[in-house]
């Protein structure tokens, strides 16, 4: 089982998202205004799953012209998009994740909250070896371990 890194896994390409943001700047008038781009430049620096309020309060260090709204209508365009990715863990909070580090799963920590990708490919095998056996075709998963992390066990 490997921890996913963003960087190492290329799930934050300048490259891509340039083109990305270029297609969505000229499909259905959505315009790119420099308060979006902000938000974007944000979610690329975090790659890690993120609430709205946590970006909005990230965003609104660097500007605080940006408001709640357009940090809302900005995730839902990257996620129409299909660039974002939204998550509800245990915690009841809606996160957010880039949507470009192809197939991994999650470890949630259920005192701490935090969000650990992982990738195993066994798991996966495994998955398409079920799904065929059920004459199954998979469109997306969904994986989520709830547990303990190091960190909350030895405090």
Request: charged share 25%.
């Amino acid at each position: 089982m490997e921890v996913v890194d963003a960087e190492k896994n290329g799930r934050v390409d300048g490259e891509f998202w340039r083109q990305a943001l270029l297609r969505l700047d000229t499909k259905g008038g959505s315009r790119l205004t420099p308060q979006r781009w902000l938000i974007i430049s944000a979610l690329i620096e975090s790659g890690s799953h993120f609430t709205v309020e946590g970006l909005f309060h990230h965003v609104r260090r660097i500007d605080p012209r940006v408001g709640h709204s357009t940090v809302y209508r900005t995730l839902k365009l990257l996620s129409e998009a299909g660039l974002v990715l939204k998550h509800r863990f245990s915690d009841g909070l809606t996160r957010y994740e880039l949507a470009l580090g192809g197939l991994h799963d999650h470890l949630i920590c259920t005192k701490c909250g935090t969000v650990a990708e992982f990738r195993d490919l066994l798991i996966e095998e495994h998955q398409q070896r079920v799904a065929a056996a059920h004459h199954f075709q998979v469109t997306s998963h969904d994986h989520k371990l709830y547990g303990i992390c190091a960190k909350c066990r030895t405090a």
